[in-house]
């Protein structure tokens, strides 16, 4: 797809951060979250993820390269926040190909990306909590930021009551 390459190098682990030594720390999305979303959605692909850490079934790892692959079905995405961008622009333009994509993402409202491939095509649906991310360490990873969940396209969106209890949806 012109304009989208990975920003991962070949074999870096998904939503990893990195710990003082330099060192990759994997992390992944908390299984009520997940959950949650998937009990509306009913994935069937999981697009950022690992052996270790993939929700679905049918995943995609950085081997395989979500970015260069197309995506079917409703897809789950907790992407890589380094390279956010291409992630977001790759959820849209499936979209426009028949996918639903269902992104958990940090609401960095202020960023272009934000503006360019959430605001005008996506359903958002701010979490409440700040989240803690599943790790290596038993207390995982605490978000220093809050989260939201896009849904490309914004008319595949599923709006239930037991969603009020962990979001506030915006209408646009």
């Known amino acids: 797809m012109p ?3 990975s920003a991962h190098p070949k074999g870096f682990p998904l939503n ?11 992390y992944e999305t908390p299984d009520e979250v997940f959950d949650h979303f998937d009990r509306l959605y009913h994935f ?8 270790r850490n993939h929700k679905v079934r049918r995943y995609f790892t950085a081997e395989i390269d979500a970015l260069i692959q197309d995506w079917i ?10 390279g956010i961008r291409q992630w977001v622009e790759k959820a849209h333009l499936e979209s426009l190909k ?6 958990l993402l940090p609401a960095w409202t202020a960023d272009t990306w934000f503006h360019e491939f959430v605001v005008p095509y996506a359903d958002i ?3 409440r909590k700040r ?14 930021f809050s989260s939201i969940v896009a849904v490309w396209p914004r008319a595949a ?11 506030v949806s915006v209408d646009l």
């Open 3 to 5: 304009g989208l390459r």
């Open 16 to 26: 990893a951060l990195t710990d003082q030594r330099g060192n990759r720390i994997e």
């Open 44 to 51: 069937y692909m999981d697009v950022c993820a690992s052996k």
């Open 73 to 82: 079905g409703t897809c789950w995405m907790n992407p890589p926040y380094v």
């Open 98 to 103: 028949g996918a639903t994509v269902v992104g």
């Open 125 to 127: 649906t701010f979490l």
């Open 131 to 144: 989240l803690r991310f599943v790790g290596p360490a038993a207390e995982g990873y605490h978000a220093t």
């Open 157 to 167: 969106a599923v709006k239930s009551q037991s969603a009020r209890q962990i979001t």
